[in-house]
């Protein structure tokens, strides 16, 4: 009489099995200086207080945060991520990885902190160059203020000098020249402190798996770009009207100037709410005394 084999499932490996899973379903909100909940899945020793390896029945990270009911069933639900269960078969790789003794290198680190693939330890900056640039990126919050308010001035006064023409028009030429010039100082160094900050590839698109947050970065560092690049081509174009300040150009430079000052604000806005939230929210609720 022939017995039956227990089926045993294949050996989980770490790098090719779990790591992709997690920085697909997990990282995008659990590493890097904004983690929810001040959860880190970098932080191993937390992780692992959450498993009883061998047990999947008594590791809470199983019972409680992966197999249980979406929100969509109880309200009050503890499932991660927040439209989960995620899907069988990567719950099938986690309950074996469990079983197996939930083996979690000591010096393992992940990179990505925006939900974008990016495997492996954190690159440090190699030569003189990359490390002045990875430097010079934490004056952005500073240098930002610059242009914005350059530009907003200057939009202003081109939106004023309809009106009254005169002094208003060389208010507006000499805050487009300075903010332009900021515009470039400040969006090199966004593009640095990015980097520096382990947020994804200027190719990566943010996709249905990322976190509101990667596409908030998405928009904003390429918004910022683009207000850099419109105001270098309003001050081209008004370079040349101001030497022939009867053509049309004149009216085309102080028009392209307003506009950019309104994006310039959309842009400051959105590096507001990546630093302090909800900004407006949070100060019409300070407003009505919520």
């Known amino acids: 009489m022939e017995v039956d ?3 045993v499932p294949p050996k989980v490996d770490f790098e090719r099995d779990l790591v992709p899973l997690l920085e697909r379903r997990c990282a995008g909100c659990h590493v890097g200086e904004l983690a929810k909940g001040g959860f880190h899945i970098n932080d191993r020793d937390a992780l692992l207080g959450y498993i ?11 019972t409680d945060y992966l197999n249980a009911d979406s929100a969509h069933v109880d309200p009050a639900t503890l499932v991660m ?5 995620i899907s069988e078969s990567e719950l099938s790789i986690i309950e074996d990885w469990i079983e197996q003794g939930a083996d ?3 010096n393992f680190r992940f990179v990505s902190t925006m939900g974008v693939r990016s495997r492996g330890k954190p690159i440090e900056p190699e030569g003189l160059i990359q490390r002045v640039s990875a430097f010079v990126g934490y004056f952005h919050p500073a240098v930002v203020h610059f242009p914005i308010a350059l530009l907003l001035f200057g939009g202003a006064a081109a939106a004023l000098s309809f009106l009254t023409g005169g002094r208003a028009v060389y208010v507006a030429f000499y805050s ?11 969006t090199y160094l966004g593009w640095s402190l990015a980097a520096e900050k382990g947020y994804p590839d200027w190719m990566a698109v ?13 928009r904003h560092r390429w918004l910022g770009t683009f207000a850099t690049l419109m105001s270098i081509a309003v001050t081209i174009c008004a370079a040349f009207a101001m030497r022939k300040p009867h053509g049309l150009l004149r009216h085309v430079w102080r028009i392209g100037l307003i506009v950019t000052a309104i994006v310039i604000a959309i842009v400051g806005h959105q590096g507001g709410e990546l630093v302090y939230g909800d900004v407006m929210a949070k100060a019409y609720s300070r407003l009505v005394g919520k």
Request: charged share 15%; glycine share 8%.
């Open 5 to 7: 084999e227990v089926s």
């Open 52 to 62: 009883e390896p061998g047990d999947t029945e008594n590791s809470s990270l199983w």
């Open 81 to 85: 991520p927040l439209n989960g269960p």
């Open 104 to 106: 979690w290198p000591e």
């Open 176 to 186: 487009l020249i300075w903010g332009a010039l900021f515009s470039i100082v400040a």
């Open 206 to 218: 943010p996709t249905g798996d990322s976190i509101e947050e990667a596409s908030a970065v998405f």
